[in-house]
């Protein structure tokens, strides 16, 4: 293997998914900590610290006490090099994270072990099965009374249709919580409170008819034993293969707040997730460990930095190698650009990179000329696909106190679509402007962006809109009556897409039938 394509095969990219409260942050924390991208847990990040607060935006964010922004977080970690992909933990802002998980080749799916499988758990691995993507699992907060584990395993199959492979088992819960117990080394990792804010001490038994494990357990052993016999009667094994398809999913239990069985999950991590994927092209399947440089734009980010007003477009390397000074050609522009200035982000600081290759993400500044989804290739006509814009839920019509800033309120909103922060709709019929979001809380964020960082004060009012179908029809003629016939519900979107504006549901379901010709399409890209 050359050196190139061995780094590519070192490299781990992924996200993890979860409901609110899970324990996302608490488990990202603990695994820069075994990263050694922080020495003390509590120094990043924290959504009380205002260690981040760069922008006015931010400090909104802090307000609210959610985490909205998104970076990513590289670390090496036994051979290998781990890229974590941040998702914003907010339900309103699900759409950033759908595309998050487009650039990632695994994800991690995180379980409060006292609530099991929640809503968010559910879209969000909804999204995952779109690839395939294969889950590695961790019930969370086992230092608290859970459920019962088996009963969670179970929950897991049923709800999510995914089969679940216990790696390894909780010994107790709540304040009874020994440790865990690996059932494939047979192997006892012993559970020690006070340790949650550094490297904790692995302590380990081997065998659990040992006599230092009948010490540990005492009178709980020959429950345990009876209990793991049962387990691995009824349970999954492991199956790589079928944790590669996204079929199986391995599971380890844990405590993030206790810092406890992260690392026995991210050494099960980066030993089984996958390398970089091949990813789909309009052309052609393009391999990680070719050499020239291809990638796309999954996340673009407006004003992350208040004193450069800049907007970072986040790429994921498909293939090849950056390194300074790079020829890339943007392919939808059709224009060649030399980047010398890509930066990556080491837990919100970031940094000029030097070189970097499939897998990794780097961020390109973007003056505006770059969208969701372009991909960059060193000289290749592809366009990577993939790369949803979901139909939003919510919808309202966005007006101006001060008209005169109709320019500004325009272009913030160009802006802001672009970067996927919410969706802008203008009717064929009038001159509204409908502002589409997925989330409640988006339409706050976006009218407080518009004030903060364009000096336009907007207002919104309810419009009758249920639902956005993009539509497509390949019959000219017909799609040319169709405009025709319903122009009082069509709008074009942010990038000039024709879409239907459905009041109702059932109105959207009639206009289907009457016009059979015309496909109707819930995401932009198809
Ligand atoms: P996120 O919303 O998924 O990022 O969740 P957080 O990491 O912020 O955790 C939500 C809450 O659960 C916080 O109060 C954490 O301190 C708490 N928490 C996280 N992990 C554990 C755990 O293992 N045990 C207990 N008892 N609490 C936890």
New binding site residues.
């Given amino acids: 293997m050359s050196s190139f394509t061995d780094a590519v095969a070192r490299r781990r990219t992924f996200a993890?998914i979860?409901?609110?409260?899970?324990?996302?942050?608490?488990?990202?924390?603990k695994l820069l900590l075994l990263g050694q991208l922080i020495q003390v847990a509590g120094t990043v990040k924290g959504?009380k610290s205002d260690r981040h607060a760069t922008s006015d935006w931010m400090s909104m964010e802090q307000e609210r006490g959610i985490?909205v922004t998104s970076s990513v977080m590289q670390f090496p970690y036994k051979e290998r090099m781990v890229n974590l992909l941040d998702t914003p933990?907010h339900e309103d802002f699900s759409e950033d994270t759908y595309r998050t998980l487009t650039a990632v080749d695994s994800a991690l799916m995180?379980i409060?072990g006292a609530k099991g499988v929640e809503d968010r758990t559910i879209k969000l691995m909804n999204v995952c099965r779109l690839r395939d993507t294969p889950i590695l699992s961790f019930v969370?907060?086992?230092?608290?009374d859970i459920r019962d584990p088996i009963e969670l395993l179970d929950e897991v199959e049923s709800v999510l249709g995914i089969a679940a492979a216990p790696i390894n088992w909780p010994m107790g819960m709540g304040s009874e919580f020994k440790g865990v117990y690996n059932l494939y080394t047979d192997t006892l990792h012993v559970f020690k409170p006070g340790q949650n804010k550094v490297i904790a001490e692995d302590i380990q038994i081997n065998g659990l008819e040992s006599e230092e494990a009948k010490n540990l357990l005492g009178d709980m052993h020959e429950d345990f034993i009876d209990e793991i016999e049962l387990v691995r009667g009824a349970s999954h094994e492991f199956d790589l293969e079928a944790y590669r398809e996204g079929k199986l999913t391995p599971v380890f239990f844990?405590?993030?707040?206790?810092n406890?069985g992260v690392r026995e999950m991210l050494d099960g991590f980066v030993e089984w997730a996958p390398a970089p994927l091949p990813r789909a092209t309009e052309n052609r399947q393009v391999e990680a460990t070719e050499e020239k440089f291809s990638g796309f734009v999954f996340k673009i980010q407006a004003n992350m930095d208040p004193r450069h007003r800049d907007r970072i477009a986040f790429l994921r390397i498909c293939s090849g190698k950056y390194t300074k000074g790079l020829k890339m050609r943007h392919v939808r522009l059709g224009k060649d650009v030399k980047i010398a200035d890509a930066v990556s982000f080491v837990a919100g600081d970031r940094e000029l990179v030097e070189e970097a290759m499939s897998g990794d993400i780097i961020g390109l500044h973007n003056h505006g000329t770059i969208q969701l989804g372009d991909t960059f290739t060193e000289g290749e006509e592809l366009k990577f696909t993939g790369i949803p814009h979901f139909a939003p839920e919510l919808f309202k019509r966005i007006r101006l106190r001060d008209p005169m800033k109709s320019k500004q309120l325009q272009k913030g909103l160009q802006q802001l679509a672009e970067e996927g922060s919410t969706q802008v709709f203008m009717p064929l019929n009038n001159s509204d402007l409908i502002v589409g979001a997925v989330g409640v809380l988006q339409f706050e964020v976006v009218a407080y962006r518009l004030k903060d960082e364009y000096k336009v004060e907007a207002i919104y009012e309810p419009v009758n809109v249920h639902t956005v179908r993009w539509v497509e029809c390949k019959d000219a003629k017909k799609l040319e009556e169709f405009k025709r016939k319903c122009s009082d519900n069509l709008a074009l979107d942010g990038g000039g897409h024709l879409t239907y504006l459905a009041p109702t549901r059932v109105n959207l379901q009639l206009t289907q039938e009457r016009y059979p010709d015309i496909e109707f399409f819930s995401t932009r890209e198809h």
């Fill in positions: 993890i979860s409901h609110p409260d899970a324990g996302k942050t608490t488990i990202t924390e959504k985490s933990g995180v409060d969370n907060k086992m230092d608290r844990g405590t993030a707040l206790a406890f």
